[in-house]
T-cell receptor
């Protein structure tokens, strides 16, 4: 059974700092991996999707990497802004795009 | 930009009552999903649905749960006899297909409170 872990659970940084969020998974036979953002009491906004055959994916200030063999993904956020404050969730797809297994999230606060 | 919508945003019900949570997936999407998030816990997969059939379900999705696509636009989750532990945020999601490049897009959620 796939288990997804995110470290740290919470992170507080000053504005402008570059930061890395970590995600690890136990079963390397993944289909894809998605990073989401969740604002308090809100739904999930998809940020990036990495296919199992890819090593990284970029969107604006965000860069996600994937190392399947070691069961790890990282989300790099460049030049963080207060508006980046949210919970970031990592989710692994294990088969034909159906079931996503989520990590517990990293709660990020960017202080002005 | 197209988005998944869900109604109601908040539903309060008494234990033992039936509830129906409604979702309108993105119009050209073919795969539909329900997830739930109990307060303070991880988001958990419930069920996926394609071509009017359940394609996968988790152990959470027992006989108390059912899903339906009653028409060309709605996708519903029914809980027949709600329990206190069903209190959670329920998210609907949809994707265009089920390939490695297919992002699942999530709705804003329905907060279900069972009293």
């Amino acid at each position: 059974k796939q288990e997804v872990t995110q470290i740290p659970a919470a992170l507080s940084v000053p504005e402008g700092e570059n930061l890395v969020l970590n995600c690890s998974f136990t079963d390397s036979a993944i289909y894809n991996l998605q990073w989401f953002r969740q604002d308090p009491g809100k739904g999930l906004t998809s940020l990036l999707l990495i296919q199992s055959s890819q090593r990284e994916q970029t969107s604006g200030r965000l860069n996600a990497s994937l190392d399947k063999s070691s069961g790890r993904s990282t989300l790099y956020i460049a030049a963080s802004q207060p508006g980046d404050s949210a919970t970031y969730l990592c989710a692994v797809g294990n088969n034909a795009g159906n079931m996503l297994t989520f990590g517990g999230g990293t709660r990020l606060m960017v202080k002005p | 930009e197209p988005e998944v919508t869900q109604t109601p945003s908040h539903q309060v019900t008494q234990m033992g009552q039936e509830v129906i949570l409604r979702c309108v997936p993105i119009s050209n999407h073919l795969y539909f999903y329900w997830y739930r998030q109990i307060l303070g816990q991880k988001v958990e997969f419930l069920v996926s649905f394609y071509n009017n059939e359940i394609s996968e379900k988790s152990e959470i999705f027992d006989d108390q749960f059912s899903v339906e696509r009653p028409d060309g636009s709605n996708f519903t989750l029914k809980i027949r006899s709600t329990k206190l532990e069903d209190s959670a945020m329920y998210f609907c999601a949809s994707s265009e297909a089920a390939g490695t490049t297919d992002t699942q897009y999530f709705g804003p959620g329905t907060r279900l409170t069972v009293l």
